[in-house]
């Protein structure tokens, strides 16, 4: 067995998982080839049967078609994201045009189209779940240019193949200008103000670059801290401006992607009849429509934009009281004094908390929050092939001993990984037959690395990350659903976020902290004037960073709502729309969009309001939670029944209601973060 039979689903390890140690780059293409072959074969057999169009034999087969080429998918696209490579991004642009022209020989079958339309139109008398899946396959066939004239399907056909290779460079280009910049410190005056596990992390860096000294890099869990804590002000300004101008000039621009970009958006949505992007985009979403995502972020932004310019203002006040001598705080003062000033009036100190926070006692709280709420448990499997030396791999067991799921964490930051926190699937869950295809899921992080001297220790924000991509790790797992493309996360976007941002909630939870927060050294719980401290501090700039994600769905809008290119550059375009909701001046030469992965490389044009919505519906269910106690098993085997175990099998909005009772409302997440 090589390679490519293992990329394509071959595999004798446990619960046939991907036995990653025997794949190697060359098995890739060909395992595309057969794949795109095989589904094609598989769209050939249901397009031609000579059987009357039916669910069955068309709708619930083309869900089938092709599962081969999503194992494939599953498999490269996952590496790519989490160890890249020279060879692997040469791969991924070869075989971008081929994936698109299959998805257009499917789009564009007429023959099949006429089947699927067929079935649509006779409104067949169905139970909810196959109602939805005969709709959103019906719709996605439109969305895909089924509808359209042989021309303008070329012209569509040309522009998603462009589109495909323009976001992948554009990802591309972060992860290479992420790593193409480092500061070099050699002197100990440069490090006024780091904290001992900065410092730490940085040395070891350096060592890891052959260099004396200290290195700071780009990556988050090295630039934030370097932010936060450096009272050098004209190194934060180096860092600053080398973070914001990522892809901004130079040999991994964006900014002209951008603009690609959009024009290739702008020129699919009205060649299927769309007036934007958006609204294109935003058919397949709870919201809906562009009008409904406006007033829902202006309803937001109303409230919150005057109490972030105050909580800004308060914080120029205290550094100015502490001999800070500017008018205003740039960019790069911003971080580092709203932590002076959570020290002194919160007392809260992330470098005293980090100790009680190691990575491995995290990932074991992660654990038993899970087992308290929904009985699952976590047993390490070393004899399942992992994709990387740091990755672990876990069987996840149901309450019963049954089996659930693989779990595949993955969280130190390397050359190879793009930035950020994220929760993939090597393959999802779904049910084919009497069999229950159990999922492969995986968490991957940027946390900080060991050093010689100690073990990865996690700030309560990363903790808070970690919650959050477990929530969408346990919305993988759980899922008991029967079609690929609705079950676990497979959710309208502007909903695949609540069970994410749910479990963020725990982490303000004194109950669980206090079940495992002890120092790493001592042994010594975390003391209750600490958790008091975190709980006192849940809302410290709390206007500040809605309005600030307020502002990335903002401009996602602006760029997708667009009817033309402006004639402005990315840059200024970017700088005009934000000028009504700054709370900081913006700084020349730098700017969002040209590094905003999420929504010109990651799937959330057009949706990145979809972090707030969720929001809202996690600000009215946790209160459920609160109503009935935090571990309450009843309020969590409810929401595991009707929304994690569910996937899209109906509505959102139904599986929300159905859990809750009734809509939730956007005051529910103001008062939860005390800006009403």
């Known amino acids: 067995m090589n390679g490519k039979d293992i990329l394509l689903g071959a595999s004798t390890a446990p619960f046939g998982a991907p036995q990653f140690d025997l794949i190697q780059d060359e098995d890739v293409l060909p395992a595309f080839e057969e794949a795109v072959a095989g589904a094609r074969s598989e769209i050939d057999a249901i397009a031609s049967c000579t059987d009357p169009p039916s669910f069955d034999n068309t709708i619930a087969a083309l869900e089938y078609a092709g599962m081969r080429l999503r194992r494939v998918e599953g498999l490269f696209f996952n590496l790519l994201e989490a160890d890249a490579g020279t060879r692997r991004q040469e791969i991924a642009e070869k075989v971008t045009p081929m994936l698109t022209e299959y998805s257009m020989y499917v789009s564009h079958n007429a023959a099949l189209f006429g089947r699927v339309r067929t ?398 927060a002890f120092h790493y050294e001592t042994g010594e719980p975390l003391p209750q004037v600490e958790i008091d401290r975190i709980v006192a501090a849940k809302n410290y700039l709390a206007a500040y960073y809605q309005v600030r994600q307020l502002q990335f769905g903002i401009i996602d809008l602006a760029w997708h709502t667009l009817e033309e290119l402006p004639e402005e550059s990315a840059v200024a375009f970017e700088d005009r729309i934000l000028g009504p909701y700054r709370t900081l001046s913006p700084v020349p030469g730098t700017a969002l969009s040209p590094t905003f992965g999420h929504i010109f490389s990651g799937g959330y044009s057009a949706g990145y309001y979809s972090y707030k919505w969720a929001e809202v519906l996690e600000a009215d269910a946790f209160e459920s939670f609160r109503e009935n106690g935090i571990f309450d098993r009843a309020t969590a085997d409810s929401f595991r029944k009707n929304i994690l175990e569910r996937g899209s099998s109906e509505d959102e909005s139904v599986l929300y209601r159905r859990f809750r009772g009734h809509d939730p409302q956007p005051e529910a997440l103001l008062r939860k973060l005390g800006i009403i």
Not at 176 to 203: C, I, K, M, W, Y
Not at 434 to 455: A, G
Request: net charge negative; glycine share 8%; hydrophobic share 40%.
């Open 119 to 516: 079935v649509y139109e006779a409104h067949p008398d169905l139970p909810a779940t196959e109602r939805k899946l005969l709709r959103d396959t019906y719709r996605s066939f439109l969305h895909g240019g089924a509808g359209l004239g042989k021309e303008d399907q070329e012209a569509f056909a040309v522009a998603t193949e462009r589109l495909s290779l323009s976001e992948l460079r554009f990802s591309d280009h972060i992860l290479a200008a992420t790593n193409g910049f480092f500061l070099h410190l050699t002197r100990e005056e440069e490090l006024a103000g780091l904290p001992d596990f900065v410092v730490s992390a940085g040395a070891a860096e350096a060592r890891e670059r052959g260099l004396e000294g200290w290195v700071f890099t780009l990556q988050y869990p090295s630039w934030n801290p370097f932010m936060t804590y450096s009272a050098r002000r004209d190194l934060r300004e180096k860092m600053y401006r080398a973070y914001a101008s990522r892809c901004i000039g130079g040999k991994h621009d964006n900014t002209e992607i951008i603009l690609e970009i959009v024009s290739l958006r702008i020129r699919l949505a009205r060649l299927l009849g769309y007036g934007t992007y958006a609204d294109y985009a935003l058919e397949e979403r709870m919201a809906g429509k562009t009008g409904t995502v406006r007033t829902f972020l202006a309803q937001l932004m109303e409230p919150s934009l005057p109490k972030a310019r105050q909580e800004v203002a308060r914080i120029l006040s205290f550094a100015r009281e502490r001999g800070f001598g500017d008018t205003e705080l740039r960019a790069w003062d911003f971080k580092y004094w709203a932590e002076r000033y959570k020290q002194e009036h919160y007392a809260l100190d992330e470098a005293v908390l980090k100790p009680y926070f190691p990575l491995e006692r995290c990932v074991q709280a992660a654990f038993d929050l899970a087992g308290r709420l929904y009985g699952l448990q976590f047993r390490p499997r070393p004899d399942v092939p992992a994709y990387h030396p740091e990755v672990q791999v876990y069987e996840v067991l149901d309450a019963d001993g049954s089996h659930l799921a693989l779990f595949y964490t993955d969280f130190f930051p390397r050359a190879s990984k793009r930035g950020g926190a994220w929760m993939t699937e090597f393959r999802g869950q779904y049910r084919q037959g009497d069999r229950d295809f159990r999922p492969f899921v995986s968490i991957v992080t940027n946390f900080s690395k060991p050093t010689p001297d100690r073990p990865s220790l996690l700030t309560h924000d990363e903790l808070t990350t970690l919650l959050h991509e477990f929530g969408h790790s346990l919305h993988g797992m759980l899922s008991r659903g029967r079609y690929p493309s609705m079950c676990g996360t497979e959710v309208a976007r502007d909903f695949v976020e609540l069970p994410s941002q749910l479990m963020e909630n725990w982490a303000y939870e004194p109950d669980f902290l206090r079940t495992f």
